[in-house]
């Protein structure tokens, strides 16, 4: 799961999708694109919505995207098509291209939808990119 920061909506995919799959047989992972929030916990808005829904996810802590996670990972979700290019642009050839995918596909294919950045607005922003990474993790769940 991959977002600019890795403090907003990337610690949120992953502990949406963690919760809907068997961790003995699914590896899910976040990082953003920029290293600034490495070693950080998610953002407290991100905690707090988290929580309200039954999910901890202050064990994580930022890190950055690297070229090495298309080595480790069968799927790469990411939250916006910035994201998408900035990640693309480190793929050493197609096979690992076609690994990286905006998740909002899942449920809404093709249309090219943006999980918004929520950083600069307020609560009720992460309620809403909480219920579309929830709606997309459920698709994502029943496919693996
Ligand atoms: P995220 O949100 O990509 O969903 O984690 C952001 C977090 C931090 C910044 C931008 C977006 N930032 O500019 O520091």
Known sequence: MVCLGNIC???LAEGILKSKVDPSKIIVESAGTGG???GELPDPRSISIAQKYGLD???QRGRKFSAYDFETYD???VMDNSNYRDVVQL???EIEK???QLILDEIFPGENVDVPDPYFGGEHGFENVYKMLDDACEKIAERL
């Open 9 to 11: 909506r990337s610690p």
């Open 91 to 93: 793929a050493k050839d």
């Open 36 to 38: 600034w929030h490495a």
């Open 75 to 77: 799927y790469i979700f």
């Open 57 to 59: 996810i202050t064990d």
């Open 98 to 100: 076609q690994k990286v």
